[in-house]
């Protein structure tokens, strides 16, 4: 089952494409074409969506295959729990939320790679 984003248009006949189909179109690009990783979190921290790079960062850092329903947790570091989720809150409060952290402690870091916490 491939994850799929749902627009919040108010529907309105365009021809054969309501503007919440076309919107889901636009945004699935988006969300598919990103470089950079992207989960979408249900309020219980289990994986929504996600694109292919979040797919393939999970796959390369910790050997598993990211799932519709795994818990975003099991792939955080367990010191950052407490800021996550208070973050986390925030957000679904309708905060705006600017944080980058490492979601993998750093022995899971690639040789030659630096954390992006201290650059």
Request: hydrophobic share 40%.
């Amino acid at each position: 089952m491939e994850p799929s984003i749902t627009g919040a248009a108010t529907p309105k006949n365009t021809g054969t494409k309501t503007v919440d189909e076309e919107s889901e179109i636009k945004l699935k690009a988006i969300f598919d074409s990103s470089r950079i990783p992207i989960y979408l979190l249900v309020k219980k921290l289990e994986v929504l969506a996600f694109n292919k790079s979040a797919a393939d960062f999970i796959r390369t850092t910790y050997k598993k295959k990211l799932a519709l329903g795994d818990c975003i947790m099991d792939y955080t570091d367990p010191k950052m729990f407490k800021q996550f989720t208070k973050y986390f809150a925030y957000a679904l409060s309708g905060r705006s939320i600017k944080r980058e952290w490492m979601l993998m402690p750093v022995p899971f870091m690639p040789a030659g790679k630096k954390p992006l916490l201290s650059r």
